[in-house]
């Protein structure tokens, strides 16, 4: 499959990843809820580490198999942990204070992030039509802001989506560590995801800590969206690692096209959670939907 609809189908689960997250995180303490994703994702990993340590001939399928990786590697795995980690816990506080139809807009604006570090890092070079496309996606997320205005949310006032932003710059940062993991660090899609995984659990565990110790002013109550968020999240991180690992792959378009998970957040905000819908963000929506056909 190639790596754009890799990609596109990768955007679609992670709308829905988006919802489950609103879902677990409504009147609920947030760093427990990114644990519990978390460890969900890394408890899937762990029987097929051990397993490909053990009897790796034994493995139903050979991408399947989690080789043995240098110290080196190792280090730039657990950074990329961190990193992400920093961008879920900043990303969860803001999206628990805002309406899932205007947080996953605003966490959207990634590409424009990702792309200024594609073109200094990479020289990656998107076709005319391509910038327009992106253009097309960026402007529609302006006009999200506009219809957060109608809704009572001042973007330069607001501490939700100040919180959004530094989320999506960091994962912007993440984006492109995933290009260089995958292209100049000669490590396979299946062995950034498995130690990923296991990886932010040691990660999370600070944050964790500091929770726990002021648990009384953060209710905590289990649900069962929680550890589906691990799993709807290693299934779109296991599209978007594959798209990304094609040798043709440009990470300054998969960031867009896959930031169009707006869309599946947006139509699941207003179906189930009957958010508000207005002219404005049906709008914004068309409009991301424009620039991803022009990117493809």
């Given amino acids: 499959m190639s790596w754009l609809w890799l990609t596109i189908i990768s955007a679609l689960l992670l709308g829905v990843y988006d919802f489950l997250k609103k879902s677990a995180l409504t009147n609920n303490a947030v760093l427990p809820v990114i644990f ?4 969900a994702g890394a408890l899937i990993w762990l029987p097929l580490v051990i397993w490909s340590g053990l009897a790796p001939a034994s493995l139903p399928h050979p991408a399947l198999h989690v080789t043995a990786i240098t110290p080196l590697q190792h280090l730039q795995v657990f950074a990329k942990s961190a990193l992400v980690v920093a961008s879920w816990i900043f990303g969860y506080l803001g999206l628990k204070s805002l309406p899932l139809s205007i947080a996953t807009p605003i966490r959207a604006t990634s590409p424009i992030w990702t792309i200024s570090l594609a073109l ?3 020289g990656e070079s998107p076709t005319t039509r391509q910038w327009v496309g992106v253009g097309i996606i960026l402007s529609s997320f302006f006009i999200f802001s506009m219809a957060g205005k109608k809704e009572g949310i001042h973007f330069h006032r ?13 994962g912007a940062c993440s984006s492109i560590l ?13 062995e950034v995801q498995a130690w990923f995984s296991l990886y932010s659990v040691p990660a999370m565990l600070p944050a964790l800590w500091w929770w726990f ?8 109550e289990f649900r069962w969206s929680i ?27 998969i960031t867009p096209v896959r930031r169009a998970a707006a869309v599946v957040s947006f139509a699941l905000g207003i179906w189930l959670l009957k958010e508000q819908i207005r002219p404005t963000k049906v709008l ?3 409009g991301i939907m424009v620039g991803v056909a022009l990117l493809a």
């Fill in 158 to 170: 607001s501490k939700a989506v100040y919180l959004i932003i530094i989320a999506t710059m960091l």
């Fill in 178 to 190: 995933d290009k260089f993991l995958l292209q100049d660090a000669d490590l396979s899609v299946t």
């Fill in 213 to 220: 110790q002021r648990r009384e002013r953060n209710h905590f």
């Fill in 120 to 122: 200094l890092i990479y």
């Fill in 36 to 39: 519990g994703g978390i460890a």
């Fill in 284 to 286: 914004a929506v068309i």
């Fill in 227 to 253: 550890p589906a968020i691990g799993v709807a999240l290693l299934l779109a991180d296991l599209l978007y690692f594959s798209a990304i690992a094609q040798p043709e792959a440009l990470i300054s378009l």
